[in-house]
């Protein structure tokens, strides 16, 4: 099951609660410097306009060559490993890593993705439960997990509560403040949170319920089922009319990671009478359903998609699936307003996906991340897929992207990152 890819800024000011937390200290900053001024001088190439622009017609679903990105998600610890980091600071340490991590991009991976003269500080802020919590049991160390679900019972749906957004304004100021005075003459320094990844719903549902429990009740207490979706419905509705009154959003139209892969490179929003209060109607908004995989298209049609609807709908263009095949479920999930960017999963049909998506989406093939992680590094099997698959859409006329993520492993090799991004440039650049 694919998470958010790990974010290119901090993600220690979410977690922090003080104030005196958060500083940097003289040898810090000067690591974060010459750090911040090699990413400047990568942002300032022309290559990054050039690559800006691809992104801008790809979004636009203009015919350009397949779009190439590849995150290594938790392979970037293999790249940048604990002993890299010289900061020693929780924040320092958090800030170096997101540097880094944006020199290597510029620098070595080379895919499309732009390297921007920006560093984004998020918000300090908690956020509460759903009024319960599963107790997570292992997972240590980014291994394996399962958890006890906490609404064992559905006599125990009053219990229920919102989840409410409390933002420290004081620390958010001291981060964005130490940001500034450290990095503010090489970069722009940005307040801007990525409140969620996906407003699909189904991973709280299972978090609260189950995953096998909710797929029999499905069957067993659909009633019920109904009113938790409808619950779960509501209060994300209710968060985004929290964030949108508060002036917290913000516009996701640039180099922000959108949906299960790509960027938010695009003219089209936000909407004509924007006035610089975000909506969501001026952003990419996204949702997957991966934990009903093994669930009928009709019980997806049945208990998730009419919940997920009228969060979409809320949405000026939107991108839909993960790692869920949803070849089987399309004819569900075509209607979806605004509809732009489609995952193709290692586990659908790329033939299908490319018949049915043709040139009126964007085709988010999302490459099978075993080959990085299998004990020898198979180029010629990485190539040869890559090559068939791009044909393929390419006869649909395809808008293609490429997407290489949900890596657990690079077999602690950073080179095989390096050549993956090769080969498939190669390939995109011969379709």
């Not at 790809?58 to 015919?63: D, G, I, K, S």
């Not at 913000?250 to 975000?278: A, I, M, R």
Request: with cysteine; charged share 25%.
């Amino acid at each position: 099951m694919s998470e958010q890819p790990v974010q290119t800024v901090s993600e220690l000011t979410r977690k922090q609660t003080s104030v005196d937390d958060l500083y940097v200290s003289a040898n810090e900053r000067a690591v974060l410097r010459r750090l911040a001024e090699r990413a400047a001088e990568l942002a300032a190439r022309p290559l990054e306009n050039q690559k800006r622009e691809l992104w801008y017609r790809h979004n636009m679903l203009q015919p350009t060559r397949p779009v190439v990105f590849c995150d290594p998600e938790n392979g970037w610890n293999e790249i940048v490993t604990p002993g890299l980091l010289t900061c020693e600071g929780p924040l320092a340490r958090d800030w170096e890593m997101a540097l880094r991590k944006e020199v290597f991009w510029g620098e070595q991976m080379r895919d499309d993705r732009v390297v921007q003269p920006f560093f984004d500080v998020r918000h300090v802020y908690t956020e509460s439960d759903w009024g319960m919590h599963e107790t997570k049991v292992g997972g240590e160390h980014g291994g394996a997990y399962t958890w006890v679900a906490p609404l064992q019972s559905y006599d125990d749906l009053p219990k229920l509560r919102f989840p409410t957004i409390t933002v420290d304004e004081a620390a958010t100021q001291r981060a964005l403040s130490i940001a500034q005075e450290t990095l503010g003459d090489m970069l722009t320094v940005r307040l801007k949170t990525s409140w969620w990844w996906t407003m699909g719903m189904t991973w709280t549902l299972v978090n609260l319920r189950g995953l096998s429990q909710m797929m029999y009740d499905m069957v067993d207490y659909p009633d019920e089922l109904h009113r938790v979706m409808a619950f779960l419905r509501d209060g994300h509705l209710a968060k985004l009319d929290y964030l949108e009154r508060g002036d917290l959003l913000s516009l996701n139209n640039d180099g922000t990671y959108v949906g299960s892969g790509g960027f938010g490179w695009t003219h089209e929003l936000p909407q004509t009478d924007f006035d610089g209060h975000v909506r969501p109607i001026d952003m990419w908004g996204f949702a997957e359903s991966q934990e009903t995989v093994g669930v009928s298209a009709a019980m997806f049609a049945e208990f998730v998609y009419p919940y997920q609807l009228p969060i979409l709908e809320r949405f000026g263009l939107n991108c839909y699936g993960c790692c869920e095949p949803v070849d089987k479920r399309w004819h569900v999930i075509e209607s979806i307003p605004r509809l732009r960017r489609v995952s193709v999963s290692p586990w659908a049909s790329i033939p299908g996906m490319a018949e049915k998506l043709g040139d009126r989406f964007i085709f988010s093939m999302k490459p099978n991340p075993a080959h990085l992680a299998m004990d020898s590094f198979d180029e010629e099997m990485i190539r040869a897929d890559l090559r068939a698959a791009m044909r393929i859409c390419r006869s649909h006329d395809c808008h293609m992207e490429v997407i290489m993520k949900d890596c657990h492993t690079i077999r602690n090799d950073p080179r095989r990152v390096v050549r993956w991004v090769q080969i498939a440039r190669e390939e995109a650049e011969a379709v």
